[in-house]
């Protein structure tokens, strides 16, 4: 295991370090409500694009630009990370 940035991750044989992989990051136009959890948040994506695409991030924000919360489909599922952006 190593660690970066406070995360443990994977090493591969290789020795490199197995990450989730992001080919296009959207930003959503209207704002978030951060009480939503990741089914909540993954229904607005749907609504929007019709599916998850995989290794896509999409970034939301709440009304006053001060969090925010990105869910990432890594091909497999998906992760919903928060930020508060103080």
């Known amino acids: 295991m190593a660690c970066l940035g ?4 994977s090493i591969s044989d290789s020795g490199t370090a ?5 080919d296009e990051i ?3 136009t209207q704002p978030q409500d951060m009480r939503a959890g990741p089914v ?3 229904a ?3 609504k929007v694009f019709g599916t998850a695409r995989p290794h ?6 709440n009304r006053r630009g001060n969090r925010m919360k990105v869910l990432i489909h890594d091909g497999l599922g998906v992760w ?3 930020s508060s952006c103080i």
């Open 80 to 82: 919903l990370y928060w």
């Open 26 to 28: 959207w930003l959503a």
């Open 56 to 61: 896509c991030a999409d970034l939301f924000a």
């Open 18 to 22: 197995r990450i989730i992989r992001i």
């Open 6 to 9: 406070g995360r443990d991750l």
């Open 40 to 42: 909540t948040v993954l």
């Open 44 to 46: 607005k994506v749907v």
